[in-house]
């Protein structure tokens, strides 16, 4: 029991600066919302429509980058620095690679909005939206890269400081562009994004420079190979990358699929759907980190040769995941009514908020359960099945059974949010089975393989 606490702390000191930075993140778009939203609500509406298109295709982007995740935790377990910054060096390229196709989807912006139904202008407002943040999309996927280098090697905090410097750059950069300050014109949500791209880049550069400052104190050289080109290790980044992107994916668009069906139900239930998701996309920032810290330790530890230690850090990242969304579960009961009220005057979206949050509390666990998960399997580099549990967790029960609910049993959004819980029951569930039965005591360090590949 003490070398469970052990490693919870452990993961605790890996997961608090990525908690921070999920945070930092996460309120580069609240920071877009809140500011676009006071300017005007036609901007608001089609940068938010931009942005569903413009996070669902760069997901898949950021999970192909992030397979180079468990390359670097087990080279950095295994002692193999040169390994590590080779995965590194493998990862920017895969993003600069993929960044193209995601680009080029973002010139169909509008058309795609306008299949699904959207109105004309807002689809126009956000495709410019869209495309006025192309420049800083390579940067983000080089971001991705190098952050995720760094929480493989246990180095959380530099990107922690760089996303909140981030936020006080993007928010001056919304206030110039979107209102027009400093005789710049008003852009409105074509400033904003502008102040997105300008961002991504100015994160990307401070981060680069950051990783080569600590390459630096321990007296290594970050220095391009070209074996970064190589086919054979660029496949395995993909190779363990693919599933990733395809879990994130999935999970997103059901999300996603779920907003449509709640606005399908009224303007009321819309309203109320989005104030308590968000609250829970707020909460989730924080088993997020924990997933990342946990993926890092249980990674570096199968490096090290010990996968036993490993299965010890997976089940103290279960216990701290599923723990502190208990916490949330009981805020969000004892907060039902007033946490709805910090949102909107509005006593119609009020109540349904307010009847809604229990539910949401029951969500809580799961999600914290599933995300830790997720991690596990990431930090051993075993993302598929991962992938398998969001497609039938979500796609085979979450969403039919939620629809159903909702609209032919007459629950209304009280089933849409009961058939959402399922699912994550099934993916949390699935997860948690999956690591007792072929968890990080039967990994086999990465390091290895990828040395292997080499030589090849």
Known sequence: MSSTRAEAGHILRLAVPVIVAQIGLMMLGVVDNLMLGNFDMHEFGASALGRLWVIGTLYVGMGLVMGIDPLISHAHGAGDSAAARLALERGIVLGLAIALPIG????????????????????????????????????????TALRTYLQGRGVMRPAMWVALGANVLNAFGNWVLIYGKFGVPSLGAVGAGIATGVTEVAMATALWILVARWHRARGERLAWSFQALRWSGLSVVAKQGAPVALMLGLELWAFQLANVFAGWLGEAELGAHTIVLNLASLSFMVPLGISMGTSTR???????????????????????????????????????????????????????????????????????????????????????????????????????????????????????????????????????????????????????????????
């Open 104 to 143: 080029a989807l973002w010139f169909f912006t509008e058309e795609v909005l306008l299949l699904a139904g959207q109105q004309p202008g807002l689809a126009r407002g956000a495709e410019g939206y869209a495309l006025a943040q192309l420049p800083g999309l390579p940067a983000w996927l080089v971001f």
């Open 298 to 456: 249980v990674g570096n530890l199968i490096g090290s040769g010990d996968p036993h230690g490993a299965q010890r850090a997976a089940w103290a990242g279960f216990a701290l995941g599923a723990g502190v969304m208990a916490c949330f579960a009981v805020v969000f009961l004892l907060g039902r009514e007033r946490l709805p009220a910090l949102y909107t005057p509005d006593v119609d979206v009020r109540m349904l908020g307010a009847a809604i949050l229990p539910i949401g509390a029951a969500f809580q666990v799961f999600d914290g359960l599933q995300v830790v998960g997720c991690g596990i399997l990431r930090g051993m580099g075993k993302p598929r099945p991962a992938a398998a549990f969001n497609l039938i967790g979500y796609y085979a029960f979450a969403l039919p059974i939620g629809w159903w609910l909702a609209f032919r049993d007459g629950h209304g959004l009280a089933g849409l949010w009961w058939g959402l819980s399922l699912g994550l029951a099934i993916v949390a569930l699935s997860c948690v089975a999956w690591v007792a039965w072929r968890g990080p005591a039967h990994a086999v360090s990465l390091a290895s393989a990828s040395r292997e590949n080499e030589g090849a």
